[in-house]
T-cell receptor, first 110, second 114 residues
C-alpha cells in the first residue's frame, strides 16, 4: 500500500502567520485526505480533495492537489495557538485503505 | 451524539497475556479499521472490516486478531505473539469503503507492557 509523506517533519510559527505543509505519494488515488491529531487524541478529518479537483477551501484551510506531480499541500492561514497539532495526509487509493505518513508537527507560538 | 468509543483509555499487558481493546460506533458505518501508532510515527493499518462477519489483514496483522460479529463493534485482541505491543491503538470507521468518504476516529487506547 502506498503512503503519504509529509514535509517538513516539524514547523514552528508565530500566531497569525501562515503554515504550509506538503505531501507526496506514489500511485494513483481516488482522493487525498488531510487529518489533524492533537496530542494523545484520535485523528480529526479536515478536508478531502478528489482526484479531479485542484484546489479546495474550508475556513482557514486551503488544500491543493497536483496529480501529475503526485503531491498535495495544506495551507493554514492566520494560525492560532489551537492549530498546534500534527497534520497527516492520507492518499486514498480504490478500496478506502488509507495510509498515513509520519505527519508534520506544527507548533504555533503565541 | 454519534461517534466512536474506544476503551479502555490505558491498558497494561503482562508477558504472555492476551488483551482485548474495545471499539464501538453508533454511526451506522459499514467499514471499521484498526491502526497502530508508534511515538512520532504515522498510522499503520492492522485489520479492517468492510462488512459484518468479514475482515481483512492490513499491513501489520501478525500478533493481532479481530472479530466483526456486530456492525457497531470491532474488538482487537493483542495476542502474546505480538512481541512489541507497546503503542497507541486507534479505531476508525467510514460509511462505505467504496465511497470517497472520510474516516472517523476514536480517541485511542494506549497499551503498555508491565
Amino acid at each position: 500500500s502506498q503512503q503519504g509523506e509529509e514535509d517538513p517533519q516539524a514547523l514552528s510559527i508565530q500566531e497569525g502567520e501562515n503554515a504550509t505543509m506538503n505531501c507526496s505519494y506514489k500511485t494513483s488515488i481516488n482522493n487525498l485526505q488531510w487529518y489533524r491529531q492533537n496530542s494523545g487524541r484520535g485523528l480529526v478529518h479536515l478536508i478531502l480533495i478528489r482526484s479531479n479537483e485542484r484546489e479546495k477551501h474550508s475556513g482557514r484551510l486551503r488544500v491543493t492537489l497536483d496529480t501529475s506531480k503526485k503531491s498535495s499541500s495544506l495551507l493554514i492561514t492566520a494560525s492560532r495557538a489551537a492549530d498546534t497539532a500534527s497534520y497527516f495526509c492520507a492518499p486514498d487509493p480504490p478500496g478506502n485503505k488509507l495510509t498515513f505518513g509520519g505527519g508534520t508537527r506544527v507548533l504555533v507560538k503565541p | 451524539d454519534g461517534g466512536i468509543t474506544q476503551s479502555p483509555k490505558y491498558l497494561f499487558r503482562k508477558e504472555g497475556q492476551n488483551v482485548t481493546l474495545s471499539c464501538e460506533q453508533n454511526l451506522n458505518h459499514d467499514a471499521m479499521y484498526w491502526y497502530r501508532q508508534d511515538p512520532g510515527q504515522g498510522l499503520r493499518l492492522i485489520y479492517y472490516s468492510q462488512i459484518v462477519n468479514d475482515f481483512q489483514k492490513g499491513d501489520i496483522a501478525e500478533g493481532y486478531s479481530v472479530s466483526r460479529e456486530k456492525k457497531e463493534s470491532f474488538p482487537l485482541t493483542v495476542t502474546s505473539a505480538q512481541k512489541n505491543p507497546t503503542a497507541f491503538y486507534l479505531c476508525a470507521s467510514s460509511i462505505d469503503p467504496r465511497l470517497d468518504q472520510p474516516q472517523h476516529f476514536g480517541d485511542g487506547t494506549r497499551l503498555s507492557i508491565l
